[in-house]
C-alpha cells in the first residue's frame, strides 16, 4: 500500500488529507499519486486550482519534454479531475468552481487531443458519439472520442444533450454502424434507454452497434437497457469500438 508521504507535491497531499474521507478512495489517490511523476501531480494541482494557464502549459511542457500523451492524461488530468469529483460530491466546492476545473482540464485536452488524433490512416469505422439528452457533461466523451480517433476511428460528434431524434438522423445521414452514448447523472442514464428503444419503434436498432458509458453506467445498467457494449474508460471504448465493428486491433 502507498503512504501519502510517497507523494511529492505538496498541494495534492493537503487535497488529500483535507478533502478525501473514505478510506477507499483516500487509497486509491493516494496510490496513483505515489505513482505520478512531480510534473503529473503540478498539472494536477493546477487543474484543481482551476487555473487553466498553468495547466496549459505545464502539458505543453510535459510533451514537449516526450513524456507520453496518454500518461499526462491519466496521470495529470484525469488524477486531478478525480479529486475535484469527490470534492463536488461532499459539497466542498460548487458548480462554478466545478466549471473552472473542466476549463483548466480542457486547456490541457487540446495539446493532447492532436497526438492521440494523428494515426492519418484508413478509418477503422465511423461511430457516432453524444452525450444524452438532458445531460451537458462531455469531457468523458471527449476523452473517447479523441482515443477513437488516435486509433483510427472517423467520429461524428454530436455534443452535449442530444435528443433520441437526433441520434437516430446521424446514425442514417452517416451510414454508421457504431454508436456511442455517455451520461454522468443518474436522472439522465434512463435516456440512454429511451434512445435505444427509439431506434428499434424507427426500425434501425439491426443497423447499429451501440455501446454506451459513463460514471455511474455500470455493465449490468447497459444489459438491462438492451445496449450492445459498455466500456468503464476511454481504454475500454476503443476496444469495445474494435469488438463491436469486428475489426482488428492496430
Ligand atoms: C465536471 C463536472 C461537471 C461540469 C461539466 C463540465 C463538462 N463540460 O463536462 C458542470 C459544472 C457543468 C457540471 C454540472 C452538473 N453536474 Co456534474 N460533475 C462533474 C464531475 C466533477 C466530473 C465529471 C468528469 O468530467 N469526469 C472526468 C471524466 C474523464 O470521466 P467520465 O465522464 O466518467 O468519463 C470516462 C468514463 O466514464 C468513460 N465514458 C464516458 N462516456 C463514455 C461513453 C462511452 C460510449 C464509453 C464506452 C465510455 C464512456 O470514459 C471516460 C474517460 O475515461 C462529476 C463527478 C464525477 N465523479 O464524475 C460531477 C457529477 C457527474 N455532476 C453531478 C451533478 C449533480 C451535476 C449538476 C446537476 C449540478 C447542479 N446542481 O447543477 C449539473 C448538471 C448539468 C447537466 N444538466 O448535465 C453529480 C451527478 C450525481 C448523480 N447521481 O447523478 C456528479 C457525480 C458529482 C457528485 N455530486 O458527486 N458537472
Known amino acids: 500500500m502507498a503512504e501519502i508521504g510517497e507523494i511529492t507535491n505538496e498541494v ?35 487543474l484543481i486550482d482551476g487555473d487553466n494557464d498553468t495547466v496549459d502549459q505545464l502539458t505543453r511542457d510535459a510533451l514537449e519534454a516526450g513524456i507520453e500523451a496518454l500518461e499526462v492524461m491519466d496521470y495529470g488530468l484525469i488524477a486531478g479531475m478525480g479529486i475535484v ?21 480542457k486547456a490541457g485536452m487540446k495539446h493532447i487531443e492532436p ?35 488516435g486509433s483510427g476511428f472517423e467520429v461524428i460528434d454530436l455534443g452535449v444533450d442530444t435528443s433520441p431524434d437526433r441520434f437516430i438522423e446521424a446514425v442514417e ?17 434512463p435516456n440512454m434507454g429511451k434512445t435505444i428503444e427509439a431506434f428499434i419503434d424507427a426500425d434501425l436498432r439491426d443497423q ?8 455511474p453506467v455500470t455493465q449490468d445498467f447497459a444489459d438491462d437497457m ?11 471504448c476503443v476496444a469495445l469500438a474494435k469488438r463491436l465493428l469486428g475489426v482488428e486491433a492496430r
Request: glycine share 10%.
Open 12 to 46: 495534492i497531499r493537503q487535497e488529500i488529507e483535507e478533502f478525501i474521507e473514505r478510506p477507499e478512495e483516500r487509497e486509491r489517490t493516494i496510490h496513483t499519486f505515489a505513482k505520478a511523476r512531480p510534473q503529473m501531480q503540478a498539472i494536477a494541482a493546477a
Open 85 to 105: 469529483g469527490i470534492k463536488f460530491r461532499q459539497n466542498f466546492i460548487f458548480v462554478p468552481e466545478v466549471l473552472a476545473c473542466a476549463r483548466a482540464m
Open 115 to 149: 497526438i492521440l488524433s494523428a494515426a492519418g490512416i484508413e478509418p477503422l469505422g465511423k461511430v457516432i458519439m453524444g452525450t444524452v439528452k438532458g445531460d451537458l457533461h462531455d469531457i468523458g466523451k471527449n476523452l473517447c472520442i479523441m482515443m477513437l480517433r
Open 173 to 189: 445521414e452517416h451510414q454508421a454502424k457504431l454508436m456511442g452514448m455517455s451520461a454522468l447523472l443518474t436522472t439522465t442514464m
Open 208 to 215: 447499429v452497434k451501440i455501446m454506451v458509458g459513463g460514471a
Open 226 to 236: 438492451g445496449a450492445d457494449g459498455y466500456g468503464k474508460d476511454a481504454l475500454a
